[in-house]
């Protein structure tokens, strides 16, 4: 069980400033920053690249250009369901750093190519067609992991500034490739585009750590010796909060338990003095108005010992010192409601 750290502000705390241009302060600032570098590294990168395309292109001539709008048209169809099966296998922390760093090695070993004049027209044919196919997914891939980690509000506030940056990037990448291409030739322009995907990584790199910075997370009300004191925990609920423990039996039957807050403490402090420790794998968090729901993902150790993982449906009120929660939906991992590995980053 994970709610979210939401405990009343304390009410003598000054107001967050942030200048009057700039949506956002604080570590959620940090967030909008690295995103927008971030997107300006990707489209950068791909809009200096995408010129050689187009020199490519005059090189095999137009009617073999022409044809190869066919399967352009193909595989764009084609990699929206093969993006889907990766989304649905591969952890986002992964998958993102991942296809930044393969179009940083395209780039590269297609710059060495260049580089030794040894582009056959095959090769030609298959970058030019790449090329064009890749920006659906790296521009999918990049707004898919801000929508998961940012809330519906903050999307509304952040996302203009954070698309600025690609804006910037679509047009200082062939800016950059129009002042540079005399002197470092196409085989420079895609080591540059190779390198700038290189900054993506690291970008996304940072992105995911102010993010886990600010995620909602009581872990120290939950961590800790078993019979412990729970006032933390009990500053975070309402008085009339109460708790649902779901399960799903080997048949697939459901059930759930209720309890109150007071119960679970007795439950937990009758387990003696072990060491529980909890780590939120990721969370989901919408608001509006004076109600939040916050979808979590954990894993609990005792002792060391991985013993549990499951996900926590947290619902909260706002007060007029902060949030509260006013009830928590758990289901713990089963053999019959396997944990979905592609919901942690």
């Known amino acids: 069980m994970n709610p979210p750290d939401s405990a009343p ?35 950068g990168g791909y809009f200096a690249v995408r010129p050689v395309r187009e020199t490519i292109g005059t090189v095999l001539g137009r009617a073999a250009t022409q044809n190869l709008w066919f399967f352009t048209a193909l595989f764009a169809i084609l990699i929206v369901p093969f993006y889907g099966w990766l989304v649905a296998r591969v952890r986002r922390s992964v998958l993102l750093p991942s296809i930044y760093g393969f179009m940083a090695v395209a780039f590269a070993a297609t710059g060495k190519v260049f580089g030794e004049g040894t582009m056959d027209p095959m090769m030609a044919r298959v970058f030019y067609v790449a090329i064009s196919v890749m920006n659906l997914l790296l521009v999918s891939a990049f707004w898919s992991f801000m929508l998961e980690i940012l809330s519906s509000d903050q999307t509304k506030r952040l996302f203009g500034f954070i698309a600025a940056g690609g804006t910037l990037g679509a047009l200082v990448g062939p800016g950059a490739t129009a002042l540079l291409v005399k002197n470092i030739g196409n085989a420079g322009v895609l080591y540059l585009g190779a390198g700038m995907y290189l900054v993506a990584i690291v970008l996304s790199r940072v992105l995911l750590v102010q993010w886990r910075r600010v995620a909602p997370n009581a872990a120290s009300a939950i961590s800790g010796p078993a019979d412990k004191d729970r006032a933390c925990m009990k500053a975070l609920l309402i008085p009339e909060a ?18 109150t807050l007071d119960d679970w403490i007795a439950r937990t402090k009758s387990r003696g003095h072990i060491t529980l420790e909890e780590k939120q794998l990721n969370f989901h ?20 010992k991985a013993v549990a993982r499951g996900i926590n449906s947290i619902q909260a009120v706002k007060e007029p010192g902060g949030w509260r929660v006013a009830s928590i939906t758990v289901q713990a991992e089963s053999a019959s409601a396997p944990f979905p590995e592609e919901y942690v980053l």
């Open 242 to 259: 109460h708790l649902i423990f779901t399960s799903v039996g080997a048949d697939g039957t459901p059930s759930y338990r209720l309890e």
């Open 285 to 304: 968090l919408e608001t509006e108005g004076g109600i939040a729901h916050l979808w979590s993902l954990y894993s609990l150790r005792s002792d060391g």
């Open 9 to 43: 502000a304390p009410a003598n705390k000054p107001p967050d400033k942030k200048a009057p241009w700039f949506p956002a302060d604080g570590a959620e600032a940090r967030i909008v920053i690295a995103g927008f570098f971030l997107l300006f590294c990707v489209l």
